[in-house]
């Protein structure tokens, strides 16, 4: 997309909804029927519609609703073809399953032939942001963000940093790995004014040694760079990692100690974390992705939401395909809400929708470009058909989080076209 493009006002008209910067975590604004104006790539006006107010065009989407582009905090490329496999816990399931899989992604053509399923995927599930785990393999990964580039969706990615405790084809050894970042960074990181940007991507602390981990943060911390990883998702998991890396009191610990732990980090999961190491994400100002599909899938356990909230840490939700079950940011909002409910912490819908768009922006360190129809940000927006009863604000909310109807119609990204169907 070129800067030269989307310069020209346009208005959109149709029923809006969005969460609200710097509101409580329930707080939204609706619209039954509203013009939104994009200039340059922004949004520059949010209103009542009023007939006659504008002399120039406007799109006319109603009934449909217009909400903000949903951001995925947490997917991973290699695994968009296992969705729905599953039948063992984590380690398990990884060494049996996923594995495999990714080791496939070493054959460019492969990886070619999946890029445009996962992307295509993103995008009919109103994903217009994501944070994405890429292979380990850098060319894979370069075609990923290639991909990204022609598609016009925002999303930061990294090659996966796996040195140990893994297969031979997916192993890649500390100075190759780091080279492979030095490269791809400097390639894509701020691609088209931003659009595009490199995450440091360490698996989790078992697949990584203590130096490939104390390389990773040096190169994000010079670089600047958001750091992504697992943590704390099935008990199994924290024993083997405390048995791999004793340097460490805790799973959050071997983070800590290696340097990745800090205000750019990213901890998927975060289910079996200790008071002592919330207090301390909430002390580095780390942020959370919370993926309760695939925490139910995998059997994992249930992250409680309001140990984060308590200390306020910053949480956004993920698909985690494919240990989630769906790229659509809507089902992780429903699974989400009956995570609550199991360990009684009951969610409202204007939460959920928050925690599916501003609150990944935020984790991102994108809610001052993404994450709301507001005036100033970027204009990643989606039209959603919803059935015709749904008339009100609460109905509109119900069927966004709880209910299986409805669907993406349009997207756009800088409003720029990124599906139509």
């Known amino acids: 997309m070129s800067p030269e493009k989307s310069v020209a006002a346009r208005a959109f008209r149709g029923r809006l909804l969005t969460p609200v910067t710097g509101g409580a975590p329930d707080e939204v604004r609706y619209l039954d029927d509203a013009r939104m104006v994009i200039e340059g790539g922004r949004i520059t006006r949010v209103e009542a519609f009023a007939a006659g107010a504008s002399s120039g065009p406007v799109m006319d ?4 609703v217009l909400l903000p582009g949903f951001v995925d905090t947490h997917v991973h ?14 380690l398990e399931w990884l060494e049996r399953t996923i594995f495999p899989e990714e080791a496939r992604f070493r054959s ?33 990964t370069d075609v990923l963000f ?16 796996m040195d140990q405790r893994c297969p031979d084809e997916l192993r890649v050894p500390r100075e190759a790995a780091m080279a492979a970042c030095a490269r791809l960074t400097d390639r894509w990181h701020g691609h088209d004014r931003g659009r595009l940007g490199f995450a440091v991507t360490p698996r989790f602390a078992l697949s990584c040694s203590r130096a490939l981990m104390e390389d990773a943060a040096r190169f994000a ?3 600047g760079l958001l750091v992504q990883t697992h943590i704390a998702e099935n008990p199994a998991e924290g024993v083997a990692v405390l048995a791999e890396h004793p340097f460490a009191d805790d799973y959050l610990g071997v983070y800590d100690a290696t340097g990745l732990l800090g ?12 008071p002592r190491e919330w207090d301390r994400v909430a002390a580095t100002g780390a942020r959370i992705a919370h993926c309760p599909d695939s925490n139910f899938f995998l059997g994992s356990g249930r992250m409680r939401l309001a140990e984060a909230r308590a200390r306020g840490v910053v949480v956004g939700l993920g698909s985690d395909v494919a240990a989630g079950r769906s790229f659509d940011l809507r089902r992780a909002m429903a699974y989400a809400y009956d995570n609550g409910l199991c360990v009684g912490d009951r969610l409202h819908a204007q939460e959920l929708l928050t925690l599916a768009t501003l609150g990944g922006a935020r984790a991102l360190g994108l809610d001052a470009v993404t994450g709301s129809l507001e005036v100033g940000k970027e204009a990643d927006f989606l039209a959603v058909e919803l059935p015709d009863h749904a008339e009100d604000e609460d109905a509109v909310l119900a069927q966004l989080a709880f209910a299986d109807a409805g669907r993406v119609t349009r997207a756009w990204v800088r409003g720029e076209s990124v599906l139509t169907r």
């Open 221 to 223: 911390a010079d670089r």
């Open 77 to 90: 490329f290699p695994q968009t073809r296992m969705i729905g496999r599953a039948g063992a816990p984590l």
């Open 263 to 274: 205000a750019r980090t990213l901890l998927a999961h975060a289910i079996h974390l200790s």
């Open 146 to 161: 290639e991909s990204l580039a022609a598609s016009g969706l925002r999303a930061l990615a990294g090659v996966t940093l």
């Open 61 to 64: 989407l109603r009934p449909a």
């Open 108 to 140: 460019e053509s492969y990886a070619r032939a999946v890029a445009p399923e996962f992307i295509g995927a993103l995008a009919a599930a109103g994903t217009t942001t994501a944070c994405i785990y890429g292979s380990s393999d850098e060319r894979a």
